[in-house]
């Protein structure tokens, strides 16, 4: 069965630092992920996802991942930091049997200082 | 553009009444979720619909039913509402390739008294 941990509940930079949002994941099968954010009162939007292509995978607004099977990680990052990151981050990972499904983690809240 | 709709936005209900959440997307997608969110607990599944017609449950599916009414639209319905689903829904649908991105609504909040 899959499962996704992200390891960090809560996470504060300062703006114009590095960011780092961790998530590890669980899986059978070789595993499609997901990073999408939240910001407050809004849905999900999706970020980048990993498809088995490129192990790096660049996504919008300047964050990138990396897949790493051997450290069954896919973690978040990006170089700088801006105010208007500050948001929830989830790793997901879908369930490729059939269904469909996808395995939220529980977020991680990302805050950014001035 | 309007992609993934839900309504309404904000419902507040009483123990015991019941009440329909209503989903629908324009993208012609086949598979279709209902997702509530709680702090600290990401979100879980609560029903899916891989395809018009059908219907499983997901995680936490007691108290609730769904109906996949056509390709397009998938609603949620709570018979006798309890404070327990006291909570943030999202209806979302699936387009099947280029890594089965799954596309959210902007949320129902829903408070149960």
């Known amino acids: 069965a899959q499962s996704v941990t992200q390891l960090d509940s809560h996470v504060s930079v300062s703006e114009g630092t590095p960011v780092l949002l961790r998530c590890n994941y669980s899986s059978s099968y070789s595993p499609s992920l997901f990073w999408y954010v939240q910001h407050p009162n809004k849905g999900l939007q999706l970020l980048l996802k990993y498809t088995s292509a490129a192990t790096l995978v660049k996504g919008i607004n300047g964050f990138e991942a990396e897949f790493k099977k051997s450290e069954t990680s896919f973690h978040l990052t990006k170089p700088s930091a801006h105010m208007s990151d500050a948001a929830e981050y989830f790793c997901?990972?879908?369930?490729?049997?059939?269904?469909?499904?996808?395995?939220f983690g529980t977020g991680t809240r990302l805050k950014v200082l001035a | 553009n309007a992609g993934v709709t839900q309504t309404p936005k904000f419902q507040v209900l009483k123990t015991g009444q019941s009440m329909t959440l209503q989903c629908a997307q324009d993208m012609n997608h086949n598979s279709m979720y209902w997702y509530r969110q709680d702090p600290g607990m990401g979100l879980r599944l609560i029903y899916y619909?891989?395809?018009?017609?059908?219907?499983d449950k997901g995680e936490v599916p007691n108290g609730y039913n769904v109906s996949r009414l056509n390709k397009r639209e998938f609603s949620l319905r709570l018979e006798s509402a309890a404070p327990s689903q006291t909570s943030v829904y999202f209806c979302?649908?699936?387009?099947?390739?280029?890594?089965?991105?799954?596309?959210f609504g902007e949320g129902s909040w829903l408070t149960v008294v």
């Open positions: 619909s891989a395809s018009e017609g059908t219907t």
């Open positions: 997901v990972v879908s369930d490729p049997s059939g269904t469909y499904k996808y395995i």
């Open positions: 979302a649908s699936l387009t099947r390739g280029s890594g089965n991105t799954i596309y």
